[in-house]
Nanobody, 125 residues
């Protein structure tokens, strides 16, 4: 129904920028909300940013407000996460996710049915 593939991860020094991309198939017809999550080994998956596909309304975790921006292209095929002023604690595996219905908690991973395979981001000091 919906397939998501992340790209753009890599290594960066603190203070730098990266842009992650999430190529989607099926989102035009099925996605109501998309989001980016981050996970480090031993920790729960953390909601970073979410985006309502129609209204464009966004939600950000406090840890990334003012530094990260979630957006989509006009064709609804790619979701982006622009990450600026990167910090060491931003390191982790980043996942793109999509929901085919409205959600109560935009940054709760349980609200999302479709997931990509993840892309690794490593920020060094």
């Amino acid at each position: 129904q919906v397939q998501l593939v992340e790209s753009g991860g890599g290594s960066m020094q603190a203070g730098g920028s990266l842009r992650l991309s999430c190529a989607s198939t099926g989102c035009t017809d099925h996605c109501v909300r998309v989001a980016w999550f981050r996970q480090v080994p031993g920790n729960a998956r953390e909601g970073i940013a979410s985006f309502y596909m129609v209204s464009g309304r966004t939600t950000y975790a406090d840890s990334v407000k003012g530094r990260f921006t979630i957006s989509r292209d006009n064709a609804w095929k790619t979701i982006y996460l622009q990450m600026n002023s990167l910090k060491v604690e931003d390191s982790g595996t980043y996942y793109c996710a999509a929901a085919n219905r409205g959600v109560m908690n935009e940054l709760d991973p349980l609200e999302y049915a479709f997931w990509g395979q993840g892309t690794q981001v490593t920020v060094s000091s």
